[in-house]
């Protein structure tokens, strides 16, 4: 199972919004509306910010907002803070009945 | 309050073994689909393994199939991870991690997660 494509780095400033693309097959994104998209900050765990593609857990701000079309799932935030910087992983459920992660984008505020 | 603890990490040499251990507290352990989630220095993520709420039904990765097993005991509230034939390329540190949702058998998203174990694999 390759593992889900993520542009590496992608950066913009406090206040504009920023959006970070996650591209797999039919067999996982485009098969299922199971995405997730995690944040990482450095020596960290990872922590969950959006599941089944758009659905916020209780307590993440609404800034972050999920998406998809076809095999290609986004994570968009909006009005970015300077504590929005971190790599952000995606993932997806697959077919072999597995877990499929992207390679993760680091994202800078300028 | 969720808490997830993980141990057992260290310095093995290639083709040991180790077993990691993952208590768990905070919520009905039992109800949760679990998973084991690693990242090698410097690297991404990449799903590991999984397992049901009973222990019924297991799930690995490609790469560690037939080396590695899952398990837990309910009456513990602890997850483990049995790793045999370590390879250079399982160095990485192992979280364990609790599905979102107690209703499926599959953990499809990870709301909390350990704060990891270092498993280093060298001579």
């Known amino acids: 199972q390759s593992a889900l494509t993520q542009p590496a780095s992608v950066s913009g400033s406090p206040g504009q919004s920023i959006t970070i693309s996650c591209t797999g097959t039919s067999s996982d994104v485009g098969g299922y509306n199971y995405v997730s998209w995690y944040q990482q900050h450095p020596g960290k765990a990872p922590k969950l910010m959006i599941y089944e593609v758009s659905n916020r857990p209780s307590g993440v701000p609404d800034r972050f907002s999920g998406s998809k079309s076809g095999n290609t799932a986004s994570l968009t935030i909006s009005g970015l803070q300077a504590e929005d910087e971190a790599d952000y992983y995606c993932?997806?459920?697959?077919?072999?009945?597995?877990?499929?992660f992207g390679g993760g984008t680091k994202l800078t505020v300028l | 309050e969720v808490q997830l603890l993980e141990s057992g990490g260290g310095l093995v040499q290639p083709g040991g073994s180790l077993r990691l251990s993952c208590a768990a507290s905070?919520?009905?352990?039992?109800?949760?689909?679990m998973s084991w989630v690693r990242q090698a220095p410097g690297k991404g993520l990449e799903w590991v393994s999984a397992?049901?709420?009973?222990?019924?039904?297991?799930y690995y990765a490609d790469s560690v199939k037939g080396r590695f097993t899952i398990s837990r005991d309910n009456s513990k509230n602890t997850l483990y991870l049995q790793m045999n034939s370590l390879r250079a390329e399982d160095t990485a540190v192992y979280y364990c991690a609790k599905a979102s949702d107690n209703g499926s058998s599959f953990p499809l998203d990870l709301d909390y997660w350990g704060q990891g174990t270092l498993v280093t694999v060298s001579s």
């Open positions: 905070g919520f009905t352990f039992s109800s949760y689909a």
């Open positions: 993932s997806s459920y697959t077919s072999s009945s597995t877990v499929v």
């Open positions: 397992i049901s709420g009973s222990g019924g039904s297991t």
